[in-house]
């Protein structure tokens, strides 16, 4: 499997990951955030996911095929992890003039 094509699922994996733990629970964790990423980026070898390291980390990723084009800033503010929200926007400075599927950004989603 190419170098991109395995880019491309290590990230896919975390945004289906922090949906569900978001999801899932109405606790507002930082720390919880750290550990998905920890994971998706060790890689998983029965998935064909090889480890990544963390710098290759892109807070402005999205897919339209998945969670609805969101980056992981908008699920967060959508899903009201505000903790996770301030965590990633002062240690990661993403873009966020970056939309949705609908063309939401976060700060338009935080509005609701």
Same mark, same amino acid.
């Given at each position: 499997?190419?170098?991109?094509?395995?880019?491309? *699922?290590?990230? =896919?994996? *975390?945004?289906?990951?922090?949906?569900?733990?978001?999801?899932?629970?109405?606790?507002?964790?930082?720390?919880?955030?750290?550990?998905?990423?920890?994971?998706?980026?060790? $890689? =998983?070898?029965?998935?064909?996911?090889?480890?990544?390291?963390?710098?290759?980390?892109?807070?402005?990723?999205?897919?339209?095929?998945?969670?609805?084009?969101?980056?992981?800033?908008?699920?967060?503010?959508?899903?009201?992890?505000?903790?996770?929200?301030?965590? *990633?926007?002062?240690?990661?400075?993403?873009?966020?003039?970056? $939309?949705?599927?609908?063309?939401?950004?976060? *700060?338009?989603?935080?509005?609701?």
């Amino acid at each position: 499997m190419n170098h991109h094509r395995s880019y491309i *699922l290590t990230h =896919d994996y *975390l945004l289906h990951q922090a949906f569900q733990a978001f999801k899932s629970t109405k606790k507002d964790s930082p720390d919880a955030l750290d550990k998905l990423v920890s994971k998706a980026f060790a $890689g =998983d070898p029965k998935h064909h996911r090889p480890a990544f390291d963390k710098n290759y980390f892109n807070i402005n990723y999205s897919n339209p095929l998945v969670i609805e084009n969101n980056t992981l800033v908008n699920m967060a503010v959508r899903h009201g992890k505000l903790k996770v929200v301030r965590k *990633l926007v002062e240690k990661y400075d993403p873009d966020l003039t970056i $939309g949705d599927i609908g063309g939401f950004t976060p *700060l338009i989603n935080a509005a609701y």
